[in-house]
């Protein structure tokens, strides 16, 4: 079954949520889709159809994006390998702080 695609309404939360989590709040600027003569600022509503045509543009292709595999790589642990952490070049400063 294929999931289905998430509301504008869901959409509208997930990106508030995800702009408060980095301190951003939307109910800053103007109201509706006109922008702010003063400042120039854009309004709510075009801002978050902005944001909702970059999520649907933008997010499944990222998730989709698999790293390549070495050639005559077996297709069921190619999936496995490409979930693999990116090799550090200082492994030892991202390790060291985890240890028990």
Known sequence: MAP???TDAELDVFIRAR???LGID???LPPG???DPETGAPGQ???LA?????VRGTIGAL???QLPAPAG???AVARALSQQPAPLLYPSIATEWRKP
């Open 4 to 6: 289905t695609p998430p």
């Open 19 to 21: 702009l408060a989590s």
């Open 26 to 28: 939307l109910d800053q």
């Open 33 to 35: 889709t006109a922008a």
């Open 45 to 47: 509503a075009s801002v």
């Open 50 to 54: 902005s944001l909702r045509s970059f």
């Open 63 to 65: 998730a989709a994006y």
């Open 73 to 75: 790589t077996d297709p």
